[in-house]
């Protein structure tokens, strides 16, 4: 007998999924160009990453987990997050977010659900602009980004370099 699936849950991330979390952004650094890393993380090394996404202030980690049917286990689906923009103190009031789905469940409307957490989460917070930047083509992230107010505000061309090609990033901003 088959069960039926269990609804997503998302809440703040915790150490607990530090292993789950790098596998998901390693596929991305290992696929895509999406990330501007080049060489896979350890979850040692993603750590400190996770650690400075309390369950508080501008700084979030939002995950995505469902229990499986069968087995009742977790499985970590995605995450989004808010983080420093720039390390200046006058930057303190922006901060970059980004979100990333587990290779095979995207088109599931899991970005939407992560986002729509990571703004309520944020709304407290003394914060006046969020930034995305997106490796182009990348129009699910485009899409994405639009739905949730970022507006367009240029292209940084060529910036990046992986697989052996250059890539631009489509900077985006939305008022908070």
């Known amino acids: 007998m088959v069960s039926e699936p269990t609804e997503v ?17 390693n596929h991305y650094v290992r696929e ?10 350890t979850p040692r090394e993603r750590l ?21 049917p069968d087995t009742g286990a977790e499985r970590i689906l995605g995450y989004a997050t808010s983080g420093p923009h720039r390390p200046k ?30 703004f309520q989460s944020l709304s407290g917070e003394d914060l006046h602009r969020a930034y995305a930047g997106i490796t182009q083509p990348n ?21 990046g370099r992986k697989f052996g090609r250059y890539w631009d990033v489509a900077w985006y901003a939305k008022e908070l």
Do not use: C, K, N
Request: hydrophobic letters at 40%; aromatic letters at 10%.
């Open 139 to 159: 129009e699910a992230s485009v899409r994405l980004h639009t739905r949730f107010g970022f507006r367009y505000l240029g292209t940084f061309g060529e910036v």
């Open 89 to 118: 103190p006058a930057y303190a009031t922006s901060v970059e977010t980004s979100v990333y789905v587990a290779h095979g469940a995207g088109r599931r409307g899991l970005g939407t659900l992560l986002y729509d957490a990571l």
């Open 48 to 68: 400190p990453w996770l650690l400075s996404h309390p369950e508080d202030g501008p700084h979030r980690l939002m995950v995505a987990a469902r229990s499986e």
């Open 32 to 41: 895509t160009a999406i990330t501007f890393d080049t060489v896979p993380l």
């Open 9 to 25: 849950q998302v809440r703040p991330g915790v150490e607990g999924d530090l292993d789950a979390l790098t596998e998901i952004y």
